[in-house]
């Protein structure tokens, strides 16, 4: 018995020896184990918002995926980790690529925009996908490893535009149809009623500007009155007594014609009857009427350039009273 007890204890002693040595051995390894960067934990969540019509796809067509990723801060999404546009698999070609990121306090949401389109050709309905994706997240940090966010293919039916072969699709050829012509019949009474606007606004602004007398009704006494001392006003030669004399013959020579006779001051109530057109002038003739006489019978001197400008513009003004247009 004694012996029994002896060997137990020598047993236990061992063990514990044993263990003494395991742990002291192992103790290095732990402490390196701590000391290498420890990869971060953080999920990833993936959203993905696939075409809404599974079915009736034909060639040409374009079919757009939304990916939604809220990834960490620790997380980010490089340009060169998205799927490259023009890239091509299975008869589908990614034809667009957009991305677009929001901050916030503790994630980023990252939105990618794909956009695919057909390109496949067959003859019978057929099952295609879209492709998987793989979108890599680096780490922001020596100690955050590099994490994947997965999007899964999506699968939809594929649908030829013409089942069979030429002769099938020479049985379904339909006639031209002819376009139907836009009714422009409104229009063009608009544009003929703005062209007559037109054509009248700007025959009424010669009417009225023109000095010429080769119009209907613009050949008037005192239009050419008007052209008479505008010619006399534009010359270079001085303007002396005996022109100022041949501008108030000019205007007298108006005034005689439209009277009918030799006109005087005193005449100027019966030409005001006889051409009731000029009544707005009254005044401005009575003082052309005194102003000839004090030309013909003053000896003072005056200034018969200024005279002569006054007179063009007098011989104007009648000229619009003459046209009806003043």
């Known amino acids: 018995m004694p012996n029994q ?4 204890t020598r047993f236990r002693a061992l063990q514990r020896l044993l263990l003494v040595a395991s742990l002291s051995c192992s103790a ?29 796809v034909h060639i040409g067509d374009v079919l757009s995926r939304t990916v939604v990723v809220y990834a960490p801060t620790a997380y980010t999404l490089a340009d060169n980790a998205l799927p490259k546009k023009g890239s091509k698999h299975d008869g589908i070609e990614l034809v667009d690529v957009v991305l677009q990121t929001q901050s916030a306090s503790d994630h980023t949401q990252y939105t990618l925009q794909l956009s695919y389109q057909v390109f496949a050709v067959s003859t019978y309905p057929s099952v295609m996908h879209l492709p998987a994706e793989k979108l890599t997240f680096s780490g922001a940090s020596a100690t955050t490893t590099a994490t994947t966010a997965e999007v899964p293919a999506w699968g ?3 649908s030829p535009l013409v089942t069979g072969g030429t002769a099938t699709a020479k049985k379904n050829l339909q006639p031209e149809f002819k376009t139907p012509l836009i009714d422009s019949h409104a229009d063009q009474q608009r544009l003929g009623l703005f062209l007559t606007l037109l054509i009248a606004s700007l025959a009424a602004l010669l009417y009225i500007n023109a000095d010429g007398h080769w119009l209907p009704f ?3 006494a005192f239009a050419r009155a008007h052209r008479q001392l505008k010619r006399l006003a534009k010359s270079s030669r001085p303007k002396t007594a005996a022109e100022e004399k ?11 014609q439209h009277y009918g006779a030799n006109i005087f001051a005193r005449d100027i109530e019966e030409f005001m009857r ?3 057109g000029f009544q707005g002038m009254q005044q401005q003739i009575t003082q052309f009427f005194e102003a000839s006489n004090q030309s013909l019978y003053d000896v003072k001197t005056r200034d018969s350039r200024q005279v002569i400008e006054h007179l063009l513009q007098l011989s104007k003004q009648l000229r619009d009273c003459e046209r009806g247009v003043a």
């Open 218 to 220: 613009m050949g008037g």
């Open 156 to 158: 939809f039916w594929f």
């Open 28 to 56: 290095p390894a732990v402490m390196a184990e701590e000391a290498q960067p420890v990869a971060s934990t953080a999920a990833l969540t993936v959203k993905v918002t696939d075409p809404a019509a599974s079915s009736g």
């Open 246 to 256: 041949k501008a108030l013959v000019y205007l007298h020579q108006a005034f005689n």
């Open 5 to 8: 007890i002896s060997n137990m």
């Open 274 to 276: 006889l051409r009731p």
